[in-house]
C-alpha cells in the first residue's frame, strides 16, 4: 500500500524495494521465466501504471525495470481489476473495472517489439483472466461479474466465444493443470463451473459464498464463506465456531472427496509455494499447510474405504496419486476378494483379472478350480495368455477347461488367433489336445509352429493317415526330412511302400522340399547316405531292389552297403527262383554286379555271399580276380571236373607253376583211370622241368590204376635230356680244361720269353697303329686316344675285359656260397635256436625254390602223400 514489492524467500528474511511511489496493485509473477509484471500508481488519481521487471539483473541494487507503459484501454482512464501474462512472454492481458481488456502481443518485456490494443469491451467489470495454451492454439478466458467469454488468440481477429451468462468476483477463477485438461474454473455461489474454450464441462455444487479460489497440485482449493455450522479449526483454539469465520477447503475433483477443510479468521490470500501452501490471515500470522506423502495417504484413506467398502473410490484415489502396480494390485486383491466372499464369482474374476503380473496366479486359480466356476476360471486364464504371462501348467490348466465345456470355437480360437506372437507352450498345448483327443487341433499347432515330431506322431500313431504324414516330411528341410524318415520309414514303408520308397530316392539323389519355403538354406541340395535306410526295407525286398538298383543308377559312387545289399538281394532270388529264364536273368544280374568292379574293397564279404547263396560262376570270378588259382583249381577238384583242372593249369601254371604239380597230386590220388589227365599234366612238368623225376615217380607210386607206360616216355625223355646235359657238360668240361693248359702255358712264356707286339691296326677302330699306342700281353694294340675313350681301366684291355668279368663273377659266386654253406652249418652247430637260424637264412633268399603242397581237397589222400614224401622232397 506504500509503493513497495517485497520479497519472502523460504528462509523468511524479508527484503524489499520501493517499485511504485503511491500503491502497487497487482503483481504477476512468471513461472518459467525471473520476470515480474506489477500495476501499480506513481501519482494520485486514476493513472495506473504496468512495469516489467527483470530479477535476475540489477539497477542500483533493486531488480532492472526493463518497460514502463500505462495501462488505459483506450482514452479512457479506469481502475486495472485483474492482470495476467502468458508463459511465452508473447501474450499479457489486462483487465479493467469498466469491462474492457487490453492484449500486450509480442515481447512483453519491451515496448518496441510489442504491440497493445483493446481485445474486450463491455458493460461489466473484468473479474479473472487466464490463458490456455494447447499444442499451437492460445486461448484467452475472461471472466466479468455477469458472463464468461473465450478468445482465440491464435487466428486473425480474434474470434471470441461467450461461454456462459453468470460470472464470479474478484479472485474466484483460476486454471487447472493438464490433468484436468486446463479447464477454466469458475467458482459461483452455488456452484463452481469448469469451462473448455468452445464449451462448459462439469459442475460442481459447493454452496457457500466463495471469496479466493485456486488451483494448487491437483486439488482445487476454495476460500468462502459459510452460514451452516462450520467444522473446528486446527490452527484457531478449540472453541466453537461461528457463522462468520471463513473456511479453507480443499478439493480432489478426480476422486469427488474434499481433502483438506478448516476455519480461518480473514484469510487475506492463499499461497502456494515450495510444495505446500501458505494461508495468510489478516491478523499478519502465515499458517502453512503441508500435504502427507502419498502413501500416508493413501493408507489412511483407503483403509477408511475399504472399512466401507468403497473400493471403486479407493482404486480412483490410488490412480490419482499415480500409486505403483503392486499397490494397485493390492486393492484389486481386496476387491476381488470382497466380490468372492460375496458370492459375485463374475465380479470378482474381473478385479483378479486386474491383478495379473503382480499377484501369483495360483491364488486366483485355487478359488475357482470348482467346475461350476470353471467359466470364471477359463476367463482369468485366458487374460493370463493374452498378456503372455502363462506358464505350462495354465495352459494344461485352460485347455482343459476348453475340452471339459467342449467349446470347440473356444479352443480354435484360443490357438488361431496368436499369429504375431506366441502367448502359450506350444508343445505342452499339443500334448494337452492330443491327450484330449483333439487331434485335428493337434496336428494344427504342430504344423503351424513347426513341431514336426509330434505332428508325424499324431498322424502315424493316432489319426494313422500315413499319406499326409508322408507329404509333410516331404515339405521339411533336408536335416529334418532325413532323420524323420530314419524314425519313422519302417511305419511308412509297411503302409505305403511304393509313395515311401519314391521319397527316399528323391532324398538321397538330390532333394528339394515340396512346399514354399522362403529358407534359402534348404535349397542347397543335399543328399543322404542311402546306406543308412537299408533298414527302413525290411520285409519289403521289391522295394528295396527298386531302390537300391535306382541308387545305382543315378550315383556310381553310392556307399559299398549299397551294392552289398543288392548283390545279397540279387543272389537270394536267383537261388530261389523256379522259373528257368527267369533265373538266367538273375543269374546274369548278379554276375553283372560282381562284375561291376564294385567290390575290390569288400572281396572276402562277396565271396562269403556267392558261397552262401552256392553261385558258383561268381566265387570262381572273385577267386580269379583276387589271383587265389589254387583255390579255383581245388572248387574244380572238389567237383571233380578233370578237363577244368587241366585248364586252370594251362591257364594259370605260367603264374603259378606249382598247380601242374598239385593237378599231378590230385590225379595221382584218383583210383579211377586218370592216365589222360596224368600224361597231360606229366608233359607240361617235363617241358617245364617243375619237379623231380624221382618225386613224380613216387608221387604216382600210390595210383594202383597208374602203370609203368604212363610214366615211360617221360623217363625216357628225361633220361635222354640227362644224358645230353651230361655229355654237354664234359664237353664244356675238356674244353676248359684245354683252355686251362694254353692259358698256363702262356703265363709260362710271358714269365721267361719276350713279348713282341707286332699288331698293325688298332683293336678299336681297325685303324693303321700310330704312335703314341697302348700294347696288351692278351696280345691286343690299340690307339692311346683310343684306348682313353674306351677303356675303363688302365690296367684291362677293354677287348678282353667283358669276359674276363664273366669268369671271374662265376670264380665268385662258387667261393661265396661255398662260405654261405659253411657258415650257414656253423651258425646252425653253435647256435641255442636253431629254428631262428633257419628263418633268417630264408629272408636272405639262400633257399631260392620253395614248392609246398598245400590245401589237398581229400585229407586222408594227402596224409598218405606226405607221409610217403622224404622231407627233402617237398623243398
Given amino acids: 500500500m506504500e509503493g513497495q514489492i517485497w520479497f519472502l524467500p523460504r528462509s523468511l528474511q524479508l527484503s524489499g524495494f520501493q517499485a511504485y511511489k ?54 479512457k482512464p479506469t481502475v486495472v481489476s485483474c ?17 474492457s481488456v487490453v492484449l500486450t502481443k509480442g515481447d512483453i518485456t519491451r515496448d518496441r517489439h510489442s504491440k497493445t490494443q483493446v481485445l474486450h469491451e463491455g458493460s461489466y467489470p473484468v473479474t479473472g483472466l487466464a490463458f490456455r495454451q494447447s499444442g499451437k492454439t492460445t486461448h484467452l478466458f475472461v471472466a466479468t461479474t455477469e458472463n464468461i467469454q473465450s478468445y482465440m488468440l491464435s487466428v486473425k481477429d480474434y474470434p471470441h466465444l461467450e ?62 464463506k459459510d452460514r451452516k455450522t ?128 503382480k499377484l501369483e496366479p495360483s491364488y486366483v486359480i485355487r478359488k475357482f478350480l470348482d467346475a461350476q466356476r470353471i467359466h470364471n476360471l477359463t476367463a482369468y486364464l485366458q487374460t493370463l495368455h493374452l498378456q503372455s504371462l502363462a506358464n505350462a501348467d495354465h495352459t494344461t490348466l485352460l485347455l482343459n477347461c476348453y475340452t471339459k465345456l467342449k467349446d470347440s470355437s473356444k479352443l480354435e480360437e484360443f490357438i488361431k488367433t496368436s499369429e504375431s506372437e506366441v502367448r502359450f507352450d506350444v ?97 542347397e541340395g543335399k543328399k543322404a547316405n542311402s546306406e543308412e535306410f537299408i533298414p ?40 530261389h527262383e523256379r522259373d528257368e529264364q527267369i533265373k538266367d536273368k538273375l543269374h546274369n544280374e548278379a554276375l553283372t554286379l560282381l562284375k561291376s568292379g564294385r567290390f575290390k574293397t569288400v572281396f572276402d564279404k562277396a565271396l562269403v555271399l556267392c558261397q552262401m547263396h552256392n553261385f558258383k560262376d561268381g566265387v570262381l570270378y572273385l577267386y580269379e580276380q583276387g589271383k587265389l588259382f589254387q583255390q579255383i583249381m581245388h572248387y574244380h577238384m572238389q567237383n571233380e571236373q578233370y578237363k577244368k583242372v587241366i585248364e586252370v593249369c594251362e591257364l594259370y601254371g605260367d603264374q603259378e607253376a606249382c598247380l601242374w604239380e598239385q593237378a599231378l597230386g590230385y590225379f595221382a590220388r584218383k583210383e579211377e583211370d586218370c592216365k589222360e589227365y596224368i600224361a597231360a599234366v606229366l608233359k607240361h612238368i617235363e617241358n617245364k622241368n617243375l619237379m623231380p623225376p624221382l618225386l613224380v615217380v613216387q608221387t604216382l607210386a600210390h595210383n594202383s590204376t597208374a602203370t609203368l607206360s604212363v610214366i615211360k616216355d617221360y623217363l625216357v625223355n628225361k633220361l635222354q635230356k640227362q644224358s645230353r646235359q651230361i655229355e654237354q657238360d664234359e664237353q664244356r668240361i675238356q674244353k676248359y680244361r684245354e683252355e686251362t693248359t694254353r692259358i698256363r702255358q702262356e703265363i709260362e712264356e710271358l714269365k721267361a720269353s719276350p713279348k713282341i707286339f707286332q699288331k698293325t691296326k688298332c683293336s678299336i677302330c681297325t685303324s693303321a697303329l700310330e704312335l703314341p699306342s697302348v700294347h696288351f700281353l692278351c696280345g691286343h694294340s690299340f690307339h692311346q686316344h683310343c684306348f682313353e675313350s674306351y677303356s675303363e681301366s688302365d690296367s684291362e684291355c677293354p677287348t678282353c675285359m667283358p669276359e674276363n668279368r664273366k669268369v671271374m663273377d662265376m670264380i665268385r659266386a662258387q667261393e661265396q656260397k661255398r662260405d654261405l654253406h659253411d657258415q650257414f652249418q656253423h651258425q646252425l652247430k653253435c647256435s641255442n635256436d636253431g629254428f631262428s637260424v633257419v628263418a633268417d637264412y630264408f629272408g636272405r633268399g639262400v633257399f631260392n625254390k620253395l614248392t609246398l603242397i598245400t590245401d589237398l581237397p581229400s585229407g586222408k589222400a594227402a596224409a598218405t602223400i606226405e607221409a610217403g614224401l622224404p622231407r627233402g622232397a617237398l623243398l
Fill in 22 to 75: 503511491l500503491r502497487v496493485t497487482h503483481l504477476y509473477q512468471l513461472k518459467q521465466h525471473s520476470i515480474l509484471v506489477s500495476v501499480g500508481e506513481d501519482e494520485e488519481g486514476i493513472n495506473p501504471l504496468v512495469k516489467v521487471w527483470n530479477l535476475e539483473k540489477r539497477d542500483g541494487g533493486n531488480p532492472l525495470c526493463t518497460r514502463i507503459f500505462p495501462a488505459i484501454p483506450g482514452n
Fill in 83 to 99: 492482470l495476467t501474462v502468458h508463459e511465452n512472454l508473447n501474450f499479457m492481458a489486462i483487465g479493467f473495472a469498466d469491462g
Fill in 163 to 224: 461461454l456462459d451468462t453468470h460470472g464470479c468476483g474478484l479472485r474466484c477463477s483460476s486454471l487447472s493443470d493438464p490433468s484436468q485438461d486446463l479447464q477454466f474454473i469458475v467458482a459461483g455461489n452455488e456452484c463452481v463451473y469448469l469451462y473448455q474454450p468452445d464449451e462448459r464441462g462439469p459442475c460442481f455444487a459447493f454452496e457457500g459464498q466463495k471469496l479466493i479460489v485456486h488451483w494448487c497440485r491437483g486439488y482445487l482449493v476454495i476460500v468462502s
Fill in 230 to 357: 462450520s467444522p473446528k479449526s486446527e490452527f484457531a483454539g478449540n472453541e466453537a465456531q461461528h457463522s462468520d469465520k471463513q473456511v479453507l477447503n480443499i478439493y480432489d475433483l478426480c476422486n469427488k472427496f474434499i481433502a483438506y477443510s478448516s476455519v480461518f479468521d480473514d484469510i487475506v490470500d492463499v499461497l502456494a509455494e515450495w510444495g505446500s501452501l501458505y494461508v495468510l490471515t489478516r491478523d499478519g500470522k502465515i499458517h502453512v499447510l503441508q500435504e502427507k506423502d502419498t502413501q500416508t495417504k493413501l493408507e489412511a484413506r483407503q483403509s477408511m474405504l475399504f472399512r466401507k467398502n468403497l473400493f471403486e473410490m479407493a482404486i480412483n484415489l490410488a490412480k490419482s496419486h499415480h500409486l505403483d502396480s503392486d499397490g494397485l494390485s493390492e486393492i484389486f486383491r481386496q476387491y476381488g476378494d470382497h466380490l468372492y466372499n460375496k458370492g459375485n464369482h463374475d465380479g470378482a474374476i474381473q478385479q483378479y483379472i486386474r491383478t495379473i503380473g
Fill in 427 to 523: 508343445e505342452t498345448a499339443i500334448k494337452v489336445l492330443r491327450q484330449a483327443g483333439y487331434y485335428s487341433h493337434a496336428v494344427y499347432l504342430a504344423e503351424k509352429h513347426a513341431h514336426h515330431e509330434w505332428y508325424l506322431k499324431i498322424q502315424l500313431e493316432d489319426i494313422k493317415n500315413y499319406q499326409e504324414a508322408l507329404r509333410y516330411i516331404g515339405k521339411l528341410p533336408f536335416d529334418q526330412a532325413e532323420s524323420n524318415m530314419k524314425r519313422y520309414g519302417k511305419i511308412l514303408m509297411h503302409h505305403v511302400p511304393n509313395e515311401t520308397t519314391e521319397l527316399l530316392k528323391i532324398l538321397c539323389t538330390d532333394y528339394q522340399p515340396s512346399g514354399d519355403s522362403e529358407d534359402p538354406g534348404v535349397l
Fill in 536 to 575: 527302413v526295407f525290411a520285409n519289403n525286398s521289391r522295394e528295396l531292389k527298386a531302390f537300391l538298383e535306382h541308387m545305382t543308377e543315378v550315383q556310381a559312387d553310392s556307399p559299398q552297403g549299397v551294392y552289398d545289399t543288392l548283390l545279397e538281394l540279387r543272389l537270394q532270388n536267383w537261388a
